[in-house]
C-alpha cells in the first residue's frame, strides 16, 4: 500500500471536474487502488475519497465514517433508492480550507461491485449515506461546493 497525493481543487480543477469511467474488470490494479485509498484517507483524517481525488479516472471510492461500520469500498456505485432529507456541514480533502451546508437524503440503497466483483446492495442512513453521495458526486465530477449554500471557512462556523 502506499499514500497518494490528494488533488486539489484550486490547481486540479480540470481532473477533478471530469466524469469517471465504469471498471470494466475488479483486477490487481484496482485492488492497489482500493488500498492506496483507503490508506490515503485515513491519513488525511478523512471519511471518504474518490478516485478522481488521486487522480484516477475510475468509478471507484471508499467511505469509513469512523462510527464502527467500517471501511466500504465502492467499485461502479449506483445510488438506486433515496428518502428523506438531512443538511449538514461538508468539506473535503480537496477543497481545503471550506465548508458549506449541504442537503441530502438521509437513507439510500447504493449498487456497487465489491473487491471480488460481486455486486452488492448497501443501505446507509445519516452521516454514512452523506458520505457515500458526496464520494459518488466525485465520480460525476461533482464537487459539494457546487451544491452547497453558506460557504465558509471552517473556524467561522466554529463561531456561530
Known sequence: MATRRILNERTDAQTLRRKSRAVETVDQRILTLLDDMAETMAAADGV??????????????????????????????????????QEGIEGCLSITNMQGM??????????????????KILSAHGYLARAMCHEIDHLDGVLFIDKATDLTRPEEYSKR
Not at 478522481?52 to 471507484?60: A, D, E, I
Not at 449541504?102 to 455486486?119: A, F, S, Y
Request: glycine share 10%.
Open 102 to 119: 449541504v442537503k441530502r437524503p438521509l437513507d439510500i440503497k447504493v449498487k456497487t461491485l465489491d473487491r471480488n466483483g460481486q455486486e
Open 48 to 85: 471518504g475519497l474518490a478516485a478522481p481525488q488521486v487522480g484516477v479516472l475510475r468509478r471507484v471510492a471508499v467511505v469509513d465514517v469512523c462510527d464502527g461500520s467500517g471501511l466500504f469500498e465502492l467499485i461502479n456505485p449506483e445510488i438506486i433508492e433515496q428518502s428523506g432529507e
